[in-house]
Structure formats: C-alpha cells, structure tokens
Nanobody
C-alpha cells in the first residue's frame, strides 16, 4: 500500500502563501487521481484540489484562482500552492490517492491562517 507524507504546513498571515508537498512511496501515475482534502475543526473533510491520471484538475469553488495543484512524476510528489490565504483556509490538509473507490490518506499537515 502506498505511503504518503505531507510537508509544508504552518502559520501564515491572511493574504500570505504556503506551499504543501506530498511524497508518495510509489508511482503516482498508478492512481486514478491524487490530490488534497482538508478538514477544519467541527467540519467535514472536503476536497480542495485533485489531478487525475490524464492531468485534468479540479478545485473547490472556495479556492479557485488562489490554489494550484501540480505533480512531479519523476519525484512522485504532489504539490499544492496556496496564495491569498484566508482565515477560513485554516484546517488540517490531507494528501490522498485514489484507485477506483479506494482512498489512501497521509497523516495530514496543519495550516493556520491568522494575524
């Protein structure tokens, strides 16, 4: 089973930027899709961004125009560039992979947007 490790979370002021990275232990092109979910306190986990094997991307409406997902097949990494961050972006961000309906999750990384 693939192992996922996220990095890059932290504390940032509103309007700032952060870049998250997820390192996978296997070839990321083996999966139907890879990407990022997040979960804020008291809320359900929600999809933030995904990229499928064909390179098509999908974003939550709340992050469109601010977040960009990318992948590096040579390094088996998935990145999430987050710009113009807002306090409501505060959450634990989880990297995931999906084959059909089977999901694998990383342990998560905390992102806090606060002044």
């Amino acid at each position: 089973q693939v192992q996922l490790v996220e990095s890059g979370g932290g504390l940032v002021q509103p309007g700032g930027s952060l870049s998250l990275s997820c390192a996978a232990s296997t070839n990321i092109f083996e999966f139907n899709a890879v990407g990022w979910y997040r979960q804020a306190p008291g809320k359900q986990r929600e999809l933030v961004a995904s990229i499928n094997v064909g390179g098509n991307t999908d974003y939550a409406d709340s992050v469109k125009g601010r977040f960009t997902i990318s992948r590096d097949g040579a390094k088996n990494t998935v990145a999430l560039q987050m710009n113009t961050l807002k306090p409501e972006d505060t959450a634990i961000y989880y990297c995931y992979t999906r084959i059909l309906r089977r999901y694998t999750w990383g342990p998560g990384t905390q992102v806090t947007v606060s002044s």
